[in-house]
């Protein structure tokens, strides 16, 4: 307990006080009563962020125009080109392939693998290295109905509440039922998922799921797909080829309006480079690193929203763009952890949320979204927030429970990121209880994709984090690493029935970009940003203010 402050220490000494009870009522399975749906309505409607009109305007330009969206998002889709299209010579091909991945996350690969095996040669261009993405930060689990008494039907029911019935029912029909090919995909890819002593999966309950059906490989589920996929990739390297540092800045077209590749951009040498493809498939990822609303985020160093922006350039539909996913546990202590992901499993493992009187006020196992806005509560109207050393405000994640409920080690076992990520500021989570607060974790809206991941453009796909409408406005946990799969897969197959009889040889246009610099023009926006913004800048005013160019 030594990294906390003595006002701190004082704190969780409350905590302490309540815990031999708590642990004994949870040993009988008797929790705190879950919401309403009522219930769940009234406190999302008060305290979550996504229903606040403040910082919200309507979008000038685009598909999408009129729509009521964050600030942060209508800016970035007002946007200009980072190229001049003008400058680009489409008659250059500096690269050509069946298919173009833009994006080498998890989505990005399992497309590029099914694509391959279903004969293609594909081009994987990434903006970092490959597998730096979200789904390699990804902890807690993967959903899947494998087990006895489980089904893809209860599975369907769980994602369909969890997003309050706002979800696509053909995207999530086609989430669920692929879910056990998926899980059986990974096993025979080599994944090491948690297992009992017999064999058999192990699986425990996420939020808002009525069988347990969460596999796991520690608190680091994502990071070990990632870790197979990738490596399937790179045995194939005959047929798939990664660019890294390599993003994608414009999608290119051809004259009759389909996906014909994009232009890349090299961070290394900043020169441009053109791509040609059958077909492309956008897997860029979500929009974390906007920050909306001032939060901080869970998501990786590139998370900046690209795919979205040049698929809205090239006249495709975006939708629930005002839908982000706060992940209730964030941790606020130590400052340098603040925003980390404090995965769902810990709580789906028992432990529990307190205020700071060491009172338990929430089901620990609500829907993101609802336990995100019950902490807000607890916090801004109800006064029982815990105050960090920096002014934030937060409440503890009761960790030592889980030892004394599962027996000694299970912490160290099951969360072994968490604990190092923590014990090298001289915290033990096994022993006293985190500090956490929401945090922004997850795009829920994106391109518009039916349950093939194909877009309104012919020959463009989607899948991942950057496409919408498989979560609706609320994503529940285990579905995004379970998401990225699937569609990425579904992507990679109907791209390759696709690229086999599309006609290569029509010419590359990027007309589109200038049609779409002309309209933001006409709308009169001043000051209009360039975009992708292919990296966060966080330099602060001062610094700012002797940057030139």
């Excluded at 994602?159 to 053909?170: K, Q, T």
């Amino acid at each position: 307990m030594s990294g906390y402050t003595p006002e701190l220490k004082e704190l969780i000494r409350k905590v302490e006080a309540t815990r031999p009870a708590r642990v004994e009522k949870a040993r009988k399975g008797e929790h705190f009563p879950a919401l309403t749906l009522e219930q769940r309505q009234e406190w999302l409607r008060k305290y979550h962020p996504d229903y606040k009109n403040d910082g919200r305007r309507k979008v000038l330009v685009g598909p999408n125009r009129g729509a009521e969206l964050p600030e942060e998002i209508a800016a970035l889709l007002e946007s200009k080109s980072r190229i001049d299209p003008l400058a680009i010579d489409l008659k250059r091909t500096d690269y050509e392939a069946d298919l173009l991945v833009i994006g080498a996350g998890g989505a990005g690969t399992a497309a590029a693998l099914a694509a391959q095996e279903a004969g293609l040669k594909v081009l994987v261009s990434t903006k970092l290295r490959h597998g730096d993405s979200n789904t390699v930060m990804a902890e807690g689990g993967i959903q899947g109905a494998t087990q006895e008494g489980d089904s893809p039907y209860l599975h369907y029911l769980d994602v369909i509440g969890g997003g309050h019935f706002s979800n696509v029912p053909e995207l999530v029909a086609a989430l669920t039922n692929d879910a056990p090919l998926i899980i059986h995909w990974l096993e025979g890819l080599g994944m090491m998922f948690d297992k009992m002593p017999d064999g058999r999966m192990k699986v425990r309950h996420g939020g808002g799921t009525c069988r347990k059906r969460m596999h796991s490989s520690g608190d680091m589920t994502g990071a070990e797909i990632m870790r197979v996929v990738r490596d399937e990739a790179r045995n194939r390297s005959g047929d798939i080829k990664i660019l890294e540092f390599s993003p994608a800045v414009e999608l290119i077209l051809d004259e009759e309006g389909r996906a014909a590749g994009a232009v890349l951009y090299n961070l290394e040498t900043k020169e441009y480079y053109v791509a040609r493809a059958r077909a492309v498939l956008i897997a860029t990822g979500g929009f974390g690193r906007l920050h909306i609303q001032g939060f901080p985020t869970t998501n990786h160093y590139g998370a900046t929203a690209d795919g979205c922006v040049m698929a809205y350039r090239a006249g495709v539909r975006l939708q629930d763009m005002d839908s982000t996913q706060y992940h209730p546990t964030g941790a606020i202590f130590p400052e340098q952890n603040v925003g980390l992901l404090i995965t769902e499993k810990v709580r789906g493992l028992g432990a529990q949320i307190l205020n700071a009187e060491g009172e338990q006020f929430c089901f620990p196992l609500e829907p993101r979204d609802v336990e995100s806005a019950c902490i807000i509560r607890e916090c801004l109207d109800i006064g029982k927030g815990v105050a960090t050393p920096t002014g934030r405000s937060g409440v503890w994640l009761d960790s030592p429970m889980i030892d004394m409920l599962h027996g000694e080690g299970t912490v160290r076992k099951e969360l072994p990121a968490k604990y190092i990520q923590f014990k090298r500021y001289d915290m033990d989570i096994s022993k006293s209880p985190m500090l956490i607060y929401p945090t922004l974790h997850y795009q829920n809206g994106g391109i518009l994709i039916n349950e093939w991941a194909e877009t309104g453009v012919k020959g463009l796909y989607s899948a991942g984090e950057v496409a919408g409408g498989v979560h609706g406005r609320n994503r529940l946990m285990g579905n995004s690493l379970l998401d990225v799969l699937v569609f990425g897969r579904r992507a990679g197959l109907r791209a390759a029935e696709y690229a086999k009889s599309n006609r290569p040889g029509v010419k590359l246009t990027l007309r589109h970009v200038e049609a779409f610099n002309r309209e933001v023009e006409e709308a009169g926006i001043d000051g209009a940003r360039t975009a992708p913004i292919l990296l966060p800048d966080y330099s602060p005013d001062h610094v700012r203010a002797r940057q030139v160019g």
